[in-house]
């Protein structure tokens, strides 16, 4: 009787490895990483070192791909460049956190993310800058939504932006906070223009930003100069467009248009283009 519990509890306790072992196979194949079972095997069977080793010097670990998620713009031979990684290099001992920063000092790049995928593969997520408009500074850059300038313009890449001028490079550079507050703003205003249907009466051609006068649009075919000063955009350009459909009902054209007037902000002056006089 003894030797027969004895043998039912050797049996027991190897039906328990036997089912642990199952699971946690099927827990790694869920993951999709069996190749790192395989490394603990060799590891748990040759001790520790002999197991690292093999990690580290195997050919089954070696790097054969470089999967980019959310390119556009970043050029993915760059961004390999710039990690430091090489096909053939091994997985394990690919630095990613080193890889990540490299990248992450490529101009189109805001956030980068790498991930092994066992047995021969790193995933790089990449979320990129969305531009919003150009700003000129000396050179035109990419603007994003928080009016932050990220990139220059290189030859042959996307230009079709609203374009922010009034600010000069040295500007920018002694005043970088107020200025992208300003760019900011303006962003906001473009939006609001666009919102308000104002693009398709009278499409933008120029925008102009400045520290203490706030912004300027020219717009329509005659690029009439809209001083906005700052804020309130969507009730000045409600006041915009009923002050155009009024002098398209006229049969006139204004030269300068006025909502800028800070202590009667619902005043509206009007410079008319030949010489008309102000309303």
């Known amino acids: 009787m003894l030797k027969g519990r004895k043998n039912r509890r050797r049996i027991d306790q190897a039906a328990v490895r036997a089912a642990a072992q199952n699971v946690a196979v099927r827990t ?47 050029d993915e031979n760059e961004l390999t460049r710039l990690s430091g990684i090489a096909l ?3 997985l394990f001992q690919a630095d990613l ?19 092994r995928e066992y047995p021969r593969k790193l995933v790089v997520r990449v979320i990129e800058h969305e531009p919003a408009a150009l700003a000129d500074l000396g050179g035109l850059y990419y603007l994003d939504a928080a009016g932050h300038p990220f990139k220059k313009l290189a030859p ?7 374009i922010l001028r009034g600010v000069t490079r040295e500007e920018y550079v002694a005043h970088e906070g107020e200025i992208e507050g300003l760019f900011q703003d303006a962003l906001g205003a473009l939006a609001a223009y ?21 912004l300027t649009f020219f717009c329509g075919p ?13 009730e000045k350009f409600t006041k915009l467009e009923q002050l155009l459909t009024e002098l398209s009902r006229k049969g006139a054209k204004a030269e300068v248009i006025r909502l800028d007037n800070r202590t009667r902000p619902g005043w509206v002056a009007v410079q008319l283009a030949q010489g008309g006089g102000q309303d």
């Open 28 to 74: 790694l194949k869920g993951l999709g990483v069996v190749a790192l079972l395989v490394g603990i095997c060799v590891a748990t069977a040759f001790g520790a070192d002999r197991g690292k080793t093999y990690l580290y010097t195997s050919p089954t670990f070696a790097i054969e791909e470089l999967s980019f998620e959310g390119t556009r713009h970043a």
């Open 88 to 90: 053939g290099d091994n």
């Open 97 to 115: 956190l080193a890889a990540e920063r490299a990248m992450s000092a490529h101009p189109w790049v805001r956030r980068v993310s790498v991930e």
């Open 156 to 162: 042959g890449e996307e230009g079709d932006w609203p």
């Open 194 to 214: 666009g919102e308000a249907g104002l693009e398709k009466v009278a499409p933008l051609s120029e925008v102009r930003v400045d520290r203490v006068d706030g």
């Open 222 to 234: 005659d690029a009439v100069a809209v001083k906005l000063g700052q804020g309130e955009w969507r």
